[in-house]
């Protein structure tokens, strides 16, 4: 049994953007989307994350980011350990550039959704590993 | 998810061949990465000491860039051979069908990647030959040493010990202490019979 279930986001009227993100070559190639998705398989069956790999965001109280790089590329995936236990839900995909997140709104983004999805768990879905 | 769920979100992506050979990669430096935490941690090792068991010895820091998987710097495979040795586990590395690499990919539970050690296991491995051995009928004094049959001297109370209700136990016993006419070093009961270890549970290393 897995130590955790990944779960994504969804937005208001009804899409996924962590799946979206991720099945949009220009920005996640097919050799990054195979690492990113490797990567959160391997999460799945750790029950303790450690750096460099995941972190807690400082300033975000609660809000995750899971650092993949692939190539010169700094992936990140912002979530929060929940709604339940032993869920994930990520929430925000975003990359890092010269220690900047791009989009810089990522963090503020993610915590809003953490919220939303606290009061309202129907706004995620089990991350699927396409 | 379920299990079975994830295998089919895998196997759709894995129908597309830059996707595949970009699992393949992943997958094995994922795993060797994690695995390694696997086998330090079951040892109760900090990255330092661990680093102190391989020979020749490496500093800590390397450790911590093997561990992850986000690293410029990928084991090679005399490292890997360096990283069993220390470990006192054993290394395959093997081309195996992506039926194979799919089934072992959602297994990623941390404890599927510990591995015991050969002194752990010893016990474990005798029991599994004796174990084999009846279902070969080694208990008929008859054995198979280098491809050739080779009939033993009859031993009456081998029949005796063979309606015993206490056979593997038995068998468990002898194995530990070879009788004369068996010595258990002499025998060799074919490469299927003992399970191999593999440092990298979760895919072959190409």
Not at chain 1, 92 to 99: F, K, M, S
Not at chain 1, 108 to 130: G, Q, S
Not at chain 2, 184 to 199: D, H, K, Y
Request: proline fraction near 6%; aromatic fraction near 6%; charge should be negative.
């Amino acid at each position: 049994m897995n130590e955790w279930s990944f779960f994504d986001y969804i937005d208001e009227r009804g899409t996924n953007p962590i799946e979206t993100w991720l099945m949009e070559k220009r920005a996640v190639p097919v050799k990054a989307r195979a690492k990113i998705q490797r990567i959160l398989l391997q999460l799945a069956g750790t029950a303790l994350w450690t750096r460099p790999l995941a972190s807690n965001l400082d300033d975000y109280e609660g809000i995750v980011e899971i650092r993949i790089r692939w190539t010169n590329t700094q992936y990140r995936l912002l979530g929060f350990r929940g709604p339940e236990q032993r869920q994930f839900s990520l929430l925000v995909p975003a990359i890092e550039q010269d220690d900047e997140f791009v989009p810089p709104t990522a963090p503020d983004v993610a915590r809003n959704r953490m919220k939303i999805v606290i009061a309202d768990r129907r706004r995620i879905c089990e991350h699927r590993y396409n | 998810m379920s299990i079975a769920t994830t295998k089919h979100d895998l196997l759709n992506s894995l129908k597309d061949r830059e996707f595949r050979a970009a699992w393949n990669l992943e997958n094995v430096y994922t795993t060797i990465c994690f695995q390694l935490r696997a086998l330090r941690e079951q040892r109760d090792m900090s990255q330092g000491e661990f680093g102190k068991q391989v020979k020749p010895k490496m500093a800590q820091e390397r450790i911590s860039i093997l561990e992850d998987p986000n690293a410029d710097s990928k084991p090679t495979l005399n490292t890997l051979i360096r990283l069993a040795d220390a470990a006192d586990v054993g290394l395959e590395v093997h081309f195996v069908p992506f039926s194979t690499v799919l089934s072992r990919s959602v297994r990623t539970d941390m404890h599927e990647l510990q591995v015991d050690s050969f002194d752990v296991e010893l016990p474990n491995i005798e029991a599994q030959i004796a174990f084999e051995a009846v279902l070969e009928g080694s208990i008929l004094g008859v054995t198979k040493a280098s491809n050739k049959l080779l009939v033993l001297p009859h031993h009456p109370e081998h029949e005796a010990e063979q309606a015993s209700n206490s056979l593997v136990a038995s068998l468990r016993e002898r194995t530990a202490t070879p009788r004369p006419c068996a010595p258990a070093q002499n025998v060799s009961l074919g490469q299927n019979v003992v399970p191999t270890v593999s440092l990298n549970a979760n895919a072959a290393v190409a």
